[in-house]
C-alpha cells in the first residue's frame, strides 16, 4: 500500500465549484478498485490551496483509476478551476503513531 498526495490551487471564485463536485464524486474515488482511504484537506493559511490524500493497494490500481472514465471526467472539470500547476506525490508511509 501507498498513499498519493495531491496539491491544488484554486482560484478563489472556482473553491465552490471545486466543493461541489467533489462532494458528488468522492464516494466513486474511494469506491474504485484498490482506493482504500481518501480525505480532501484545505490549507489553514492559503484557503486556495487543497490536498487529497489517498490510499492505494497497488500502482497498478492507481494507475488503473488514473485511466478511467471517472477520472477523465472529474479531472477534465477540476483543472479549468486551477491557479496554478497541480502538484502530486506517491508517498510510502514509514512511521504511523496513534
Do not use: C
Amino acid at each position: 500500500m501507498f498513499i498519493r498526495i495531491v496539491k491544488m490551487s484554486f482560484h478563489e471564485e472556482n473553491i465552490p465549484a471545486f466543493l461541489n463536485n467533489f462532494e458528488l464524486v468522492k464516494n466513486k474515488i474511494r469506491n474504485a478498485a484498490g482506493n482504500r482511504f481518501l480525505e480532501l484537506y484545505q490549507d489553514k493559511n492559503n484557503k486556495s490551496i487543497f490536498f487529497t490524500y489517498s490510499y492505494w493497494d497497488t500502482e497498478t490500481d492507481l494507475e488503473n483509476y488514473k485511466n478511467s472514465e471517472l477520472f477523465n471526467d472529474v479531472w477534465s472539470f477540476t483543472k479549468k478551476l486551477f491557479n496554478d500547476k497541480p502538484e502530486a506525490w506517491s508517498v510510502d508511509k514509514l512511521v504511523s503513531l496513534a
